[in-house]
Structure formats: structure tokens, C-alpha cells
């Protein structure tokens, strides 16, 4: 055979498949990033934590401060 030359074409016939089903698959690749830690507790529910827990701890004072005062009287 001879190489083709500039002013010859060189086609191709496409064929398909008169019966049966054509597949074409097509599969999705995952690209995986660096993992994001995020934190288990915000910020803001950690400074309300805090302030409840010393709340708690003034009301416990208060009140043993009460009862001090109830049982000197």
C-alpha cells in the first residue's frame, strides 16, 4: 500500500450495530482533598457552657451563704 499524500483523503466508514444495544460507559473519577477538622463544639456554645457553669457556681455560693447566715440565727 502507499502512504497517503497531501491530496489524498483517506476515509472511514463508521459502522454500527444494526441489533443489540451500543454501551458506552462513562465512569466518574472522586478527587479526594485533605480532610477539613472542624471542631465538635462552637465557639459561641463553649462561651455559653462557660458562662452557665458560672452562673451555677454563684447560685451554689449564694446559697450557702444563705444557709450559713440561717443556721448562725
Known amino acids: 500500500m502507499s502512504e497517503p ?18 454501551y458506552q460507559n462513562d465512569s466518574l473519577n472522586y478527587i479526594l482533598c485533605k480532610p477539613k477538622l472542624i471542631p465538635l463544639k462552637s465557639v459561641t456554645l463553649e462561651k455559653l457552657e462557660k458562662m452557665q457553669r458560672d452562673a451555677e457556681i454563684k447560685v451554689k455560693e449564694a446559697q450557702e451563704a444563705e444557709d450559713n447566715l440561717n443556721s448562725i440565727s
Open 5 to 22: 499524500t497531501d491530496n489524498q483523503i483517506e476515509q472511514c466508514d463508521i459502522v454500527l450495530p444494526r441489533q443489540g444495544l451500543l
